[in-house]
Nanobody
Framework: QVQLVESGGGLVQAGGSLRLSCTAS????????MAWFRQAPGKEREFVAA????????RYADSVKGRLTISRDNTKNTVYLQMNDLQPEDTAVYYC????????????????????WGQGTQVTVSS
């Protein structure tokens, strides 16, 4: 089973930026499609962004398009989430997720599509 560790969260003012990182270990990273999800207090976990193994192909939630960018570096076993123009509604715990797949150009965006999760990193955006 792959282990995932997120980092890079913190407190930022509205309009600011953060970059989250998620480093994988224990399995071959290039066999996993990756994604970011988030969960705000009292709300369900929701999809943010996903990236395929190769290409890469990406998909974003409508609420983050144009502000957040997902990328991966297979040589560093790491997936990133660059977050720009952050808003208070982006406040949440952000989770990295991995899904083993043979479909190298496919991304997955359902919570139930992923069996491997990190512990989460808190992002707080003040107004």
């Amino acid at each position: 089973q792959v282990q995932l560790v997120e980092s890079g969260g913190g407190l930022v003012q509205a309009g600011g930026s953060l970059r989250l990182s998620c480093t994988a270990s224990g399995r071959t990273f290039s066999n996993y499609a990756m994604a970011w999800f988030r969960q705000a207090p009292g709300k369900e976990r929701e999809f943010v962004a996903a990236v395929s193994i190769s290409g890469p192909n990406t998909r974003y939630a409508d609420s983050v398009k144009g502000r957040l960018t997902i990328s991966r570096d297979n040589t560093k076993n790491t997936v990133y989430l660059q977050m720009n123009d952050l808003q208070p509604e982006d406040t949440a715990v952000y989770y990295c997720a991995a899904r083993q797949t043979n479909l190298r150009y496919t991304y997955f965006y359902g919570v139930s599509s992923y069996a491997n999760w990190g512990q989460g990193t808190q992002v707080t955006v003040s107004s």
